[in-house]
Every structure is written in structure tokens, then in C-alpha cells.
């Protein structure tokens, strides 16, 4: 069964302490890898999609990478407004996309 | 401009009550879903939709029904309520294609008394 795992649950850095955060996924084929944050009582927002393995996308201080059976969000630097929810999804093919339960990212001042 | 929308943003209903949630795209995308969003914040897909066709529906209750007029709309009937049906209901589009990115709209949090 195609899944997809986000680790940790909750991280939380003080502004300035860099980290990672990591999605695992076991699936019969990927067909692209999304990256989305959300903020409490509104709609995903994307970030980036990586479609092979090897590929990375930058934005700002996020910076997304993608191996075979993961990919990996990298804040450098946070601020207290990167704090969000970080939703991790994938497509293996055909109109359905799987989503991880995502990581709760909180940046103190 | 608002790429995904939704309404309402809030629903308030009580059991055994049916409800509409309406939702529009403007990004001339071809296919539109429905997903629920739980508690755990945990997104699940209900339904997907090309070209006014459903192509996925993902074992919802068939109290559940989506109904597509036009490419740019996606709406969700709700008939017979129950409390187990209160949750965030968010709408996506996406253009045709295999891994194509999927856009959220702002949700529609139901709430089931």
C-alpha cells in the first residue's frame, strides 16, 4: 500500500537554529513530490514539487531535496513566522495524490 | 484575485440536516477534488473530477454526493449529516497532467451539533 510518512510530529527551534524536516514514501511510483505549508484555519499553500530523484528547490530559507525514498525540507535560519504546519504529498500516477500527516514547525523569538 | 474559492467558510448544522458546500476555481484548471481534513489534521481525498467526469471517489458514504456543472466549479452535497461528518472540507484544482500541483482553497469548516 503507497504511504507517506513525515517525521517529526512537532519540532520546535529557537529563531536562528536550523533544521530538517522528513518525508519517507513507499509507493509504486512517484510521480511527483509536493511541498505545502499550512497555516491554522487556512488551505495548504505550495511551496515546491520535485518530480526525480536529485532534484532540489529553494525559497527563501526553505529548501526542499528528493532521493528515492525521501525527501527532506530544510529551514536555514528560521523566523517566528515560518511557524506552520509542513504537509508532504505524492502522486504515484493518475489523478490521486497521498498526504503525510504533516510536521508542526514552531520558531520562538 | 482568489484562485481557489469556497463557501461558506463556516457551517454550523445540526444532525440529520442536508448541506451544500460550493467551490470555484479561476485558473482554468481541467480537474477539481474534495478533500476532508480530520482533527489530526490528517488530508484525505473524497473525490476527483476531470472535465466535469468523476474519477476517483475514495469509499465516501454515498450520503456524499459531488456534482460538477462546468469545469470551474466543484460542489459537495451532504445529505443526512451526522456528527462524524465535522471537519475541514477543502477544495483543490489541478491541471490535467500526472503529478501536476494541486492549489487548495480556504476550506469550510463543518461543524455537525
Known amino acids: 500500500e503507497d504511504q507517506v510518512t513525515q517525521s517529526p510530529e512537532a519540532l520546535r527551534l529557537q529563531e536562528g537554529e536550523s533544521s530538517s524536516l522528513n518525508c519517507s514514501y513507499t509507493?509504486?511510483?512517484?510521480?511527483?513530490l509536493f511541498w505545502y505549508r499550512q497555516d491554522p484555519g487556512k488551505g495548504p499553500e505550495f511551496l515546491f514539487t520535485?518530480?526525480?530523484a536529485g532534484e532540489e528547490k529553494e525559497k527563501e530559507r526553505l529548501k526542499a531535496t528528493l532521493t528515492k525514498k525521501e525527501s527532506f525540507l530544510h529551514i536555514t535560519a528560521p523566523k517566528p513566522e515560518d511557524s506552520a504546519t509542513y504537509l508532504c504529498?505524492?502522486?504515484?500516477?493518475?489523478?490521486?495524490?497521498?498526504f503525510g500527516a504533516g510536521t508542526r514547525l514552531f520558531v520562538k523569538a | 484575485d482568489t484562485a481557489v474559492s469556497q463557501t461558506p467558510k463556516y457551517l454550523v448544522t445540526q444532525m440529520g440536516n442536508d448541506k451544500s458546500i460550493k467551490c470555484e476555481q479561476n485558473l482554468g484548471h481541467d480537474t477539481m477534488y474534495w478533500y476532508k481534513q480530520d482533527s489530526k489534521k490528517f488530508l484525505k481525498i473524497m473525490f476527483s473530477y476531470n472535465n466535469k467526469e468523476l474519477i476517483i471517489n475514495e469509499t465516501v458514504p454515498n450520503r456524499f454526493s459531488p456534482k460538477s456543472p462546468d469545469k470551474a466549479h466543484l460542489n459537495l452535497h451532504i445529505n443526512s449529516l451526522e456528527l462524524g461528518d465535522s471537519a475541514v472540507y477543502f477544495c483543490?484544482?489541478?491541471?490535467?497532467?500526472?503529478?501536476?500541483?494541486?492549489?487548495f482553497g480556504p476550506g469550510t469548516r463543518l461543524l455537525v451539533l
Open positions: 483543490a484544482s489541478s491541471q490535467y497532467q500526472q503529478g501536476e500541483t494541486q492549489y
Open positions: 520535485l518530480y526525480s
Open positions: 509507493v509504486s511510483g512517484l510521480r511527483g
Open positions: 504529498a505524492v502522486n504515484t500516477g493518475g489523478f490521486k495524490t497521498i
